[in-house]
């Protein structure tokens, strides 16, 4: 069991472009959480899947951000136009149902922004 | 208003020493869950614990539904106790998403 994998690991992108990151859960895991941390915000929600399917985007800022999950092995977050603002550590965790004991982290992402 | 509270948000000890660290909640819970995470690392998950008190080696977790409240003891503490521990719960009209508090910086000196 590998884990939760992210990739990439780091992501230098200019203002303005557009960065992609990826997410694999562990197999047999239905839920998949995008998290995004930085030292001002702490720990924050953006999005959640189960079984494929969109749960719960409360999290997300309107514009310039999208997250899918077009198969059960993997999950993309997508930020268009990025801005320096969204430097941060992006979080991918998955879990057996949601709300398991079983709520596993990958590495993270950490995307600047310059 | 911030719905998870922690305290304190930063702590330095001595190696051996004793620590209590605290989780505050403002809202009904379906679970909490205790996570330790080093500087640059992963989140790893120390306890879930929704009711009651749990124990893992030199880590005791006790959560207090009724007082809104989830503590994390760790006894003995050793320096590769160091890092951030966060608290994070999920309640009734949250879905299965946590919410996290902002997380306790402990360092241990040897």
Same mark, same amino acid.
């Given at each position: 069991?590998?884990?939760?994998?992210?990739?990439?690991?780091?992501?230098?992108? #200019?203002?303005?472009? !557009?960065?992609?990151?990826?997410?694999? +859960?562990?197999?047999? *895991? &239905?839920?998949?959480?995008?998290?995004?941390?930085?030292?001002?915000?702490?720990?924050?929600?953006?999005?959640?899947?189960?079984?494929?399917?969109?749960?719960?985007?409360? #999290?997300?800022?309107? !514009?310039?951000?999208?997250?899918?999950? +077009?198969?059960?092995? *993997? &999950?993309?977050?997508?930020?268009?136009?990025?801005?320096?603002?969204?430097?941060?550590?992006?979080?991918?965790?998955?879990?057996?149902?949601?709300?398991?004991?079983?709520?596993?982290?990958?590495?993270?992402?950490?995307?600047?922004?310059? | 208003?911030?719905?998870?509270?922690?305290?304190?948000?930063?702590?330095?000890?001595?190696?051996?020493?004793?620590?209590?660290?605290?989780?505050?909640?403002?809202?009904?819970?379906?679970?909490?869950?205790?996570?330790?995470?080093?500087?640059?690392?992963?989140?790893?998950?120390?306890?879930?614990?929704?009711?009651?008190?749990?124990?893992?080696?030199?880590?005791?977790?006790?959560?207090?539904?009724?007082?809104?409240?989830?503590?994390?003891?760790?006894?003995?503490?050793?320096?590769?106790?160091?890092?951030?521990?966060?608290?994070?719960?999920?309640?009734?009209?949250?879905?299965?998403?946590?919410?996290?508090?902002?997380?306790?910086?402990?360092?241990?000196?040897?």
């Amino acid at each position: 069991n590998a884990g939760v994998i992210q990739t990439p690991r780091h992501k230098v992108t #200019g203002k303005g472009q !557009e960065a992609t990151l990826w997410c694999e +859960p562990i197999s047999g *895991h &239905s839920a998949v959480f995008w998290y995004r941390q930085t030292i001002v915000q702490g720990l924050e929600f953006l999005t959640y899947f189960r079984n494929q399917a969109p749960i719960d985007d409360s #999290g997300m800022p309107k !514009e310039r951000f999208s997250a899918q999950m +077009p198969n059960q092995s *993997h &999950s993309t977050l997508k930020i268009q136009s990025t801005q320096p603002q969204d430097s941060a550590v992006y979080l991918c965790a998955s879990s057996r149902t949601g709300g398991d004991s079983d709520y596993t982290f990958g590495s993270g992402t950490r995307l600047l922004v310059i | 208003g911030q719905q998870v509270q922690q305290s304190p948000a930063s702590l330095v000890l001595q190696e051996g020493e004793n620590a209590e660290l605290q989780c505050n909640f403002s809202t009904s819970l379906n679970s909490m869950q205790w996570f330790y995470q080093r500087p640059g690392g992963s989140l790893v998950s120390l306890f879930y614990n929704p009711s009651g008190t749990k124990h893992s080696g030199r880590l005791t977790s006790t959560t207090v539904i009724k007082e809104r409240r989830s503590s994390l003891h760790i006894s003995s503490s050793q320096t590769t106790d160091s890092g951030t521990y966060l608290c994070a719960l999920e309640h009734g009209s949250s879905g299965n998403k946590l919410i996290f508090g902002i997380g306790t910086l402990l360092s241990v000196k040897p």
